[in-house]
């Protein structure tokens, strides 16, 4: 993605997750690093969408995020909480609507069964 002669360059198998920021986008990597990008959520989703082709493990949750469902471990829909893990054993607490938490259990359940993708 690239804007006003910059390039932005984001490595979709380290997202852990995106987080939108009015006309930005936060990017958080599985690594713990994290960055801001001047585009807002939608055009950071398009983009995403069209290198992921048919893979789609990125995906939108509400207005707020996007995640790498390869890295979700845990979805509580009482608490309204999906839980991510990072690569140093730590994990990170998305709060989400209930609405939203059991579409994303709907969409892992049927990919193969166990609730996992």
């Given at each position: 993605?690239?804007v ?84 140093h ?12 938490l059991?579409?994303?259990i ?8 166990d609730?996992?993708?």
């Amino acid at each position: 993605m690239g804007v006003y002669g910059e390039l932005y360059v984001i490595d979709l198998d380290s997202i852990l997750y995106l987080e939108a920021d009015d006309h930005y986008t936060h990017v958080h990597y599985t690594s713990g690093t994290h960055f801001m990008v001047p585009f807002g959520m939608a055009k950071v989703e398009a983009a995403v969408a069209g290198r992921l082709g048919d893979d789609r493990f990125i995906i939108r949750l509400g207005r707020k995020y996007m995640v790498n469902t390869r890295r979700i471990f845990h979805i509580n829909t009482i608490k309204q909480v999906a839980v991510l893990a990072d690569d140093h054993g730590s994990s990170v607490t998305l709060h989400l609507p209930k609405h939203v938490l059991r579409a994303l259990i709907d969409t892992l359940g049927g990919v193969d069964g166990d609730g996992r993708a």
